[in-house]
């Protein structure tokens, strides 16, 4: 239960929090992109057999906790507390989840940082004493996104260079104090420590250029969490932040350059992996959905099976509000940070 | 740092970290009201020199906590969190505030129970040894929630005799690991303990009737709080809700009454008490503002001075939604309470 505070935004615990398993759900789109056979459940229609995509959305959430519970073995009994969001206004897909999952519910708003923003509360939950599992859940849907913070789908406006596509998707990871004795899905990953982000913008106001709006934030808190913890990039086989995309990724690069840090060849963008350049996804894919399901399908199995062992995974969210953009307000972001590590039991 | 898990929803400190200082700010009607006198900083126009209500909704958040800092003696370097969050979409109130604040933030959505969701999670932040000192704020403004939720003031529609006044004000809530020996404005405010709420819904769908929405959500926490602990409602001067207001408040004790409990007269509303009657608020105050200033600028300091040592402090959210409401969902509620105690050092 100890724990050790390095300096102001960053933690490493000395008994890490176990993730004992993941699960995901997908629409079409992304089970045909370079991930798809890394899924538990595909979609074939995007509303999933609802009358309306929020219904969709919420489904997807709800169900990719159920799903997550069955790789554990686990009942909804079983899980101590619920933690989540989603992009829809007043985290409705994360209420009315929870409103049928019946578990004591901690409601997180963190944009497409909300699958950090999870793992990060929860493993300090558990850490210090007041759970023994939690489950961790974000969803998105590129249809309800769409409609909510740009036009009607209906309009067929056209997207702009710089845009993402929002990942229809819902992943959940669950974590248990080690003492637990869990089998799972993962025998051997942990949540060693993270970071926690602040607000950063640097003035973007355009809401089809999210990454470039979470780029300075995801800079910034991996710079804070250097200096914290005097690691280098080298420390870990990747950085891996959440949506990006192909420009936001280049800006974070730069950005660490001017800061004399050479990401090099060790950043990896969840928003880059999930589509093929060819599905007409313009800069990639964006949504805290995005960096649910690469985590939690690709990432983690990956380290499971001994290919890497310790990852910076830095979901990054842009605070993006059509009010506040009317207002004439540009687009802060914030990213924050969960160190995954493969250990050897 | 050690810490007692009590059954599935609760948790009690060993140590449990202090509340050094709470501040407020209001709005001109919230002044008026018979706590008018207890707050740090009331507003004769609620733009406050903004060009809008959101602009002035941020700004409050944010001096909210200025304030607190100032009354602490404290820097935002001070500070090792920020949690918090509001009413509008995209809590983008405490975001755009926790920007200005460059403090490392975690946002949250618990609609109107924001205030003790941030209580109790920053207490088991400090409690765990991850922070020192923690800032905990939520706040809500009466014209950006009717536009928002409602109806646009302009159209000057009637209220219903159920409907609340949704409060514009900010609060700032100041946690400090007792080890620290800060000084701060309250001596002996700790806050010894809590429980996490689960999504209630008894099929509410009138928005307008917020206070029926929130309390069977309020009935549940405090029945799952009394079952884990042992404890009988006389084990605390007050059980505090956060904005019931009149009618919700008459159902909270008849659901309590339907479970052999008597609330008798323990039960304190913030709804009920922040404004006059014959100020026209139907109802009474709602908003996440409305307990948060009612806690900082009223009950702490009669705590403080000696006039009750031990409430359970509980926040209630509506989650309501227009998008759920137009597709014809209900309006599920949920409330978190921490369970503040006054101590003789």
Redesign the interface.
Known sequence: ???K?TG??S?LFNNPPRLICGSTIVGDVEAQGPLGSCFDITLEDDTWGE??W??AERKMFEHAVRKALDKAGLTP?GI??LLG?DL?????SA??A??EL??????????CSTMA?SI??GS??I??????RIACAATSHFSTAER?YRLPLEMGAQSTPTSQRTVTGAGCSILADSACGDNGQFSSIYVAGGV??????LGITDASNMGAAMAPAAADTLKKHLFDTGRTVADYDYIVTGDLGRFGSELFAMLLADSGIDIGNRHLDCGNIIFYSKQNVDCGGSGCGCSAVTLNGYLLPRMEAGDFNRILFMATGA??????GL?G?SI?G?A?GVIIERRKN
Chains 1, 2 share one sequence.
């Open positions: 239960m100890r724990t505070c102001r935004s933690v009358d309306t929020e219904k009994m101590d507390i969001g829809l206004n007043q985290i409705i209420n009315f929870a409103r019946e578990m004591p519910f901690l409601g997180l708003y963190g944009a923003e990060l509360i300090m939950l850490d210090g004493g007041y759970a023994n909510q926690i982000g602040r607000v950063v913008d605070l993006m509000s059509p009010t506040a207002q307000d802060p914030i924050h």
